[in-house]
């Protein structure tokens, strides 16, 4: 066969049958979610796609639209990168538990675990520890490889055991273990960071450094080419307090101000989940915020604007932690689809070829 031969749309009944199964088995785990989160006494919540900001990090790229009033009036609005910012608006309201499974866009992302609009699933449990989320998490990994009948979650010919005790381990630790780096010499106290400290480190031990790196650059470096392909195999992995530079929406740890109560979670080498103890100071989330977004302008030329509605609902909203997963991530991995297409019923049509 042609290597070069198009591959036949997604909508073709031989390719639908082909990935009907997945899709089925999505449809179980979404439903077995559900009835999870309902046990729970959560309330499933629904957001609006149009946000006045699609978040502040600086690289979430986002899709850009326009509002028009009746008069005829033109306002920038976006499709979110998440319901976070409207989740926390709703716990600043009173609510306590909520979940919600949203539909959300990046721009700048497709690949086989990477699609430009997906599904997120977020809870947030307000008065409760981000360690009570971890603990979601492990049952509901579980969960999806039971209603699927796989009993594991596989990727790429990985394998990790939802039903196994999860590795919890500090990405300081992971740092040492893996890339033989003290990740946080290069921390001070008051969580600011020292470059060249870090690139000296990453040079010591034979990775590349370019002059325009800033330490998020090496940071990340080092994560995904050294951290992420030993994490999640044979059991998921926890990888916990995130350098406070690198937890934009997190509070730091009552433990070492250095970290952030921030968390991800892995199987397969595959992040799935993205979970904090939430940020409710307005004026530190707001300097975390232009901080990010004078990063966004540096790399990439370009800023989002800062929701003030949010900021202002920070000083309502009660302590609370809070999560998003990849759903689609977590359906892959549950029924061993090898990418993200293959589990979503109609995907975004291809572009830019």
């Known amino acids: 066969m042609n290597s070069s031969a198009k591959a036949s749309p997604w909508w073709t009944p031989s390719v639908h049958a082909d990935r009907r199964p997945f899709l089925i088995g999505r449809n179980a785990i979404q439903a077995a979610l559900r009835g999870f989160f309902a046990r729970e006494d ?3 919540v ?8 699609p978040g502040n990090e600086a690289h979430l790229h986002a899709f850009a639209t326009e509002a028009v009033t009746t008069d005829g009036q033109k306002a920038p609005f976006y499709l979110h990168t998440s319901p976070e910012f409207a989740c926390k608006k709703l716990l600043a309201a009173g609510e306590e538990r909520i979940s919600c499974f949203a539909h959300v866009y990046r721009n700048r992302e497709r690949g086989p675990l990477h699609h430009p609009e997906f599904t997120m699933l977020e809870w947030y449990r307000a008065g409760e520890s981000y360690e009570s989320l971890m603990m979601d998490c492990v049952r509901i990994l579980a969960l999806a490889a039971e209603t699927v009948k796989t009993g594991k979650l596989a990727y790429r010919g990985a394998e990790s055991d939802p039903f196994a005790g999860p590795e919890r381990i500090s990405i300081a630790e992971a740092f040492q273990r893996h890339a033989g780096i003290d990740l946080l010499a290069s921390v001070a106290a008051d969580g600011s960071t020292d470059r060249d400290h870090l690139a000296a480190e990453l040079r010591r031990v034979g990775m590349r ?3 325009d790196d800033g330490w998020a650059d090496l940071f990340s470096r080092v994560l995904v080419e050294k951290v992420e392909p030993h994490l999640g195999f044979g059991r998921i992995t926890i990888l916990d307090e995130y350098p406070v530079s690198e937890a ?10 250095r970290v952030a109560e921030r968390f991800e979670l892995y199987a397969c080498g595959v992040e799935l989940a993205n979970g904090f103890g939430e940020l409710t100071n307005a004026a530190e989330q707001r300097r975390r915020f232009e901080i990010e977004m004078a990063e966004k302008a540096r790399v990439y030329g370009e800023t989002y604007p800062i929701d003030e509605d949010f900021l202002s609902a920070l000083s309502l909203m009660p302590e609370a932690s809070g999560i998003a997963l990849g759903f689609d991530r977590l359906v892959m991995l549950a029924t061993g689809a090898s990418r993200i297409d293959r589990v979503l019923w109609a995907p975004v049509a291809e572009y830019g070829r």
């Open 209 to 211: 450094v370019a002059d």
């Open 42 to 44: 959560f309330i499933e």
């Open 46 to 53: 629904d957001t609006a796609v149009l946000q006045v900001s």
């Open 248 to 257: 934009a929406l997190a509070r730091p740890s009552a433990r070492d101000p």
